[in-house]
């Protein structure tokens, strides 16, 4: 028998996929209730509860009275929180797919996450994580030379008299200035002493940076874990999206290997076209752990999902069909 529930809570279903993050967007929109689908789940239940625990853990760390807006409304982080706590026991009573379909219709609001404003059928692409392994080393040899930093000291966020809070640094004149882009770090020795190892391709470095982790294999064999640790506060710009927009290569073939053999068939396009993405990111080692997401918990095989913030709300369960 299910217990009936008391109150409505925020359920954010995503049905479609954002292709390119940074081009127009639409906002969530909410769902019509006779289009709901039934929630049917081709995962394990265990791994969709340990997902969930780590969404509460994000949550939990938020001030209660933090505003997050869903669909053009306003909902406290506690009301985010509450929904999470009450998704998790409703899958703890172990309902049939028909009857958690019933439940989530009757006491959730669902809403559909909205794609590009250039596509007709708001159609958005949802990209999961995995864990790169590349060959590097901990000193600078030829062809080991594009390094992975640290942290950098002068890195700093600012509150603006708006309680805007932006990164970036203190000039010679004490002046804040936004961080160092991507282009003038790289061309530049602004962050010498803070390499933590060197990888033998640019692009390999680049896509390093897109993941926000992964594993270094050195020259002994021995592999180790680098994790996100921040970055330069620089608006992310797809690569990708750069290329098609310039018809170098189709939206159809516009993958990670597409991209790879542009770049190799014309290297004087390198520099260009991996610059065009302003945002860096820093790493620290980590345990061996299973990968961080942006929220700063290990995600979850199976269930994690990389999201535009911009777009859909951080903490927030997703469905995809």
């Known amino acids: 028998m299910v217990v009936p529930i008391c109150f409505r809570y925020v359920f954010s279903i995503f049905l479609l996929i954002l292709l390119f993050s940074g081009c127009g967007r639409q906002h969530q929109t909410l769902f019509i209730p006779q289009k709901l689908p039934l929630f049917s789940d081709d995962g394990d239940l265990v791994s ?57 219709r009757e006491n959730f609001t669902v809403y559909q996450a909205g794609g590009r404003q250039t596509s007709l059928s708001a159609e958005m692409l949802v990209t999961g994580y995995y864990e790169p392994v590349v060959e590097g080393r901990l000193v600078a040899e030829p062809p080991f030379v594009h390094p992975l930093y640290a942290l950098p000291r002068d890195l700093l966020e600012h509150t603006g008299a708006s309680g805007e809070k932006k990164i970036g640094r203190i000039d010679d004149q004490g002046i804040f200035q936004p961080y160092w882009t991507r282009a ?10 803070y390499e933590l190892v060197y990888l033998q391709d640019p692009v390999e470095a680049f896509l390093f940076h897109v993941q926000g982790s992964g594993r270094v294999r050195l020259a002994d064999g021995t592999e ?64 061996s ?7 700063g918990l290990p995600l979850t095989p199976g269930r994690s999902i990389a999201i535009d913030s911009k777009v859909l709300p951080m903490g927030a369960v997703g469905y995809l069909i």
Do not use: C
């Open 48 to 104: 969709l509860q340990d997902a969930l625990q780590q969404q509460m853990l994000y949550t939990a760390t938020l001030e209660k009275e933090k505003e997050i807006d869903i669909g053009g409304v306003s909902y406290s982080a506690a009301w985010l929180d509450d929904s999470l706590k009450t998704f998790a026991e409703l899958l703890q009573r172990n309902l049939s797919t028909v009857e958690l379909g019933r439940v989530i």
């Open 184 to 193: 003038e770090i790289e061309t530049s020795d602004a962050l010498a002493g």
């Open 224 to 287: 180790r874990a680098l994790q996100y640790r921040a970055n330069n506060g620089h608006q992310y710009s797809s690569i990708g999206k750069l290329l098609v927009d310039e018809k170098k290569i189709s939206l159809q073939e516009a993958d990670t290997a597409a991209i790879r053999k542009y770049l190799s068939d014309n290297p004087g396009e390198l520099r260009r076209v991996l610059h065009h993405n302003r945002r860096y990111i820093f790493f620290a080692w980590a345990d």
């Open 289 to 295: 752990a299973p990968p961080r997401g942006s929220i």
